[in-house]
């Protein structure tokens, strides 16, 4: 009898244990079905097999399809869960705050990487940290970071291009050269440094050779709108005007651009340059229709061209015009004055010009100031000599 009681507890034991097996192996099988479905893009099946395993790690698993599907608020929610059992996993943690990224959660972020680059100092880690540090406007520790990556793995792509970009804003153009140049060495097609380079080249003025690049650019199918705007300004810049008007008109066409104020004021110029006044005027003046800010560039130039042509007294309007838009535009104060310098029979108004304009631009520099000094001083010498 009591051979079979223990016979029976054996027994009952044996089918618990089964039991147990059976239901890990039923938890495993979902975590498996999960992973396959999830593979293959059914994301909303693979979070429904996920979710019938009782194992914490499947949390860890619905926040990596939440973020394949773009929904960085439930990735959030499930990595919290999963971080509230397992808070030293690397990759969750590395997940985590990819998605407070995503999120704008700036501070936690920052807290996230630079925990994770103490525990591995490695260069994605420091990326990450330095985008952080970017989002959070923190630009010098971010430059800092992104250098940082660079001294760990010298040829970081991203890293290179964000310490370039920051070079090139802050317009230390051998700076960023240098780092370039070291990349297109290794990767002379690649498009994103090919236009950094372009742009350095057009902010050092070497606009022959911009050109040149950016053309290049469009040859390896680069056709970023800027790129086109960039050469039409490089051949207005090398003073090739009929070619650069094509260019901006061939730009208008190609990306629906025909009410651009920025193009009808370059081609405006064009002609202006070209001696063209009717058309210059017609385009600045566009232009200056189709801002909804202020027109003291498109009325400057139109003044200027006048100027330059001998038509003093359009010029003078306009400039006038000028000084309605913007107050202390000095330029255009200054070259009224040399106007009523030279059109006026009056000296009383010729030197109040010159004294009011001493007056209201001190710090105007050495030329101008000398020059108005020295006409002050001519036109008092002549209304004195006149009685």
Known sequence: M?????????HFIFL???????????FAQHLKVGDSLFSMGFYNKAIENYSLSKENIKEFKIAKVHEANGDFINTLKHLENYRAADSLN????FMYGKTLLHLKETKKAIATFEKLTKENENPTYNYYLGLAF???????QALKTFQKVIELDNFHLKSNYKVALFE??????EKATLIIDKILKQQPENTDFLSLKAQCLYGKSDFKNAKKAFEYLIELNFKEQFVYEKIALCLLKLKEHQKSIEAFEALMIQFEQLDNPDFHYNIGLNYGYLKNLKKAEKHLLLSKELKKATFENEYFSIALFNQENGNLTKALTFYKKTIQEQPEYLEAHYQIAIITDETSKDLAVKLKTFENLKTKFPDMNSEKLSYV??????IKKEIHLKG
């Open 2 to 10: 009591k051979i079979f009681k223990n016979t029976i507890s054996i």
């Open 16 to 26: 618990f244990f089964v039991l147990i097996l059976s239901n890990f192996q039923s």
């Open 90 to 93: 690397s990759s969750a943690n």
């Open 134 to 140: 970017e989002q959070d406007v923190k630009i010098i």
């Open 168 to 173: 090139m804003r802050a317009e230390r153009w």
């Open 373 to 378: 000094d020295h006409r002050i001083k001519a």
